[in-house]
């Protein structure tokens, strides 16, 4: 039974993902009818996939460190995540019964790591408000002031006091996100950046020989630095996994904004790798130096360095061969090694996307400049972050945003 309602106002929410969700919730504690809209069969399911791995929510670092995430849409966001920062994130999930600790690295799980509690009881709570979902509801188009719906049994129509959509980006189509939404939001003159991979992994030319000996290899703690399409110099340590088309894994991920513009810029982008973060280069020559008698080179490599198999492939995949006999190149080579990535992955295959609604189409309160009432919210909007829980923050921030905002529009609107 839907529970009996104050107001008539009636909100409509596109999109069952985090960010739809949010939104929805917000509206139903002001009272209003609200109805989800969803093209999957059910609710949040990148949201559950975000869960397969450890679900990380939020991070807990200092604030404004945690802002600086948000690249250059940091300012655009502020509202967004003063108005639900980390710690409202946290104190949610505790109130629907999910406890959440904070890793070594800051980042905020909840304490069985899982989603698929935390939606469940999220889902419970929204139907208990009386928040109905309609699921298998693909949004085609605006229809004068009506939004169109592709339904199991045809077409339907709908309209609303307020809209908001939370339609996600344009990674993984199959679990809803396939930013179809783009071309009836152009057709109203509603500007959007065009939608890249974010978090993303990349192609190399790796020969034959070295993907046959080394796919599905890891490197455990390697740096990555390069020169941004600014002119700024960004650096990073973490690890990364080598593929059958080229790179991949979180550090390559953190720096693939850098990276991506760069190929976007130049066609193609270089960066260098530090195999031995933890040494400078005087100490590698030193110990590369040591005579290494009757020991084949890469066992001294290994015993003397640390290096791994995988790590001299690279070096001789990147550089000619003679290098690997000339201690002071090699050295050199070991602290800065060229690395030439020709292009992204597929979106499909990304972490995120970066593109979407632009920030100039939107208010303060994400509302379209040119369709009020009509909202937008979590990863549609032209934002990027790293992984680390800084996505969802956002899609949640934005979404309790948008959702205030609408009640705000309602309640002026209502005078
Ligand atoms: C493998 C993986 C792991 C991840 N891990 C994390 C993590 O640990 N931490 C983190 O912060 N982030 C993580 N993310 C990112 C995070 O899941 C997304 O940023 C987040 O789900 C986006 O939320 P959203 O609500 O904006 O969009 P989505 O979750 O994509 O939801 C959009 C919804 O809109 C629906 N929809 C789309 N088009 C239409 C339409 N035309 N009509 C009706 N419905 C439509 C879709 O069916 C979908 O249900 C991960 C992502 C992936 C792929």
């Not at 605006?142 to 990674?171: H, T, W, Y």
């Not at 002119?231 to 850098?258: D, H, N, P, W």
């Not at 070991?334 to 995120?352: F, G, M, N, Q, Y």
């Not at 509302?367 to 979590?378: E, I, S, T, Y």
Request: with cysteine; hydrophobic share 40%.
């Amino acid at each position: 039974m839907d529970k009996p309602r104050s107001s008539q106002l009636r909100a409509i929410v596109v999109g069952a993902g985090p960010a739809g969700l949010m939104a929805a919730e917000r509206l139903a504690l002001a009272d209003l009818e609200v109805d989800v809209y969803d093209a999957m069969p059910s609710a949040g399911r990148k949201f559950l996939l975000a869960g397969k791995g450890g679900m990380n929510l939020t991070h807990a670092e200092e604030f404004p460190l945690f802002q600086q995430r948000y690249f250059d849409r940091q300012q655009d966001l502020a509202r967004a995540l003063n108005a639900f920062t980390p710690q409202h994130i946290r104190e949610w999930a505790s109130s629907l019964g999910i406890e959440t600790f904070v890793g070594s690295s800051g980042r905020v799980f909840p304490v069985d790591m899982k989603a698929a509690p935390l939606l469940r009881a999220w889902l419970h709570r929204l139907r208990e408000a009386g928040v109905r979902f309609h699921m298998r509801h693909k949004w085609l188009s605006f229809k004068d002031k009506r939004l169109l719906f592709q339904a199991p049994n045809g077409e339907v129509e709908v309209s609303a006091d307020i809209v908001i959509f939370a339609m996600g980006g344009a990674s993984w189509a199959r679990l809803g996100s396939d930013g179809k939404w783009c071309a009836p939001f152009q057709e109203q003159g509603i500007h959007l950046h065009n939608f890249v991979p974010s978090n993303c992994g990349f192609n190399l030319d790796w020969t034959t020989h070295f993907r046959q000996k080394f796919a599905g290899s890891p490197l455990m703690k390697v740096g990555i630095d390069l020169t941004d399409t600014k002119g700024e110099k960004r650096s990073r340590t973490g690890q990364f996994v080598i593929s059958e088309t080229g790179i991949e894994g979180s550090l390559v991920y953190a720096m693939s904004s850098y990276i991506r513009d760069l190929i976007q810029q130049d066609g193609s982008a270089t960066v260098y790798l530090d195999l031995l973060p933890d040494k400078d280069e005087e100490r590698v020559l030193r110990e590369l130096a040591i005579p290494r008698g009757a020991r084949s080179l890469s066992s001294h490599l290994r015993s003397k360095l640390g290096l791994h198999p995988v790590h001299n492939g690279l070096i001789q995949e990147c550089l000619p061969k003679e290098i690997m006999h000339d201690t002071a190149r090699l050295a050199a080579a070991i602290k800065r090694l060229p690395l030439k990535i020709v292009s992204t992955r597929p979106i499909d295959e990304a972490i995120s996307s970066a593109g979407g609604v632009s920030f100039e189409s939107l208010n303060e309160d994400f509302m379209l400049k040119n369709l009020p009432g009509v909202f937008c919210a979590g990863e549609m909007v032209d934002w990027e972050a790293p992984t680390g829980g800084y996505l969802l923050s956002a899609c949640l921030a934005t979404a309790y945003l948008a959702g205030e905002g609408a009640v705000k529009f309602l309640s002026q609107i209502r005078k």
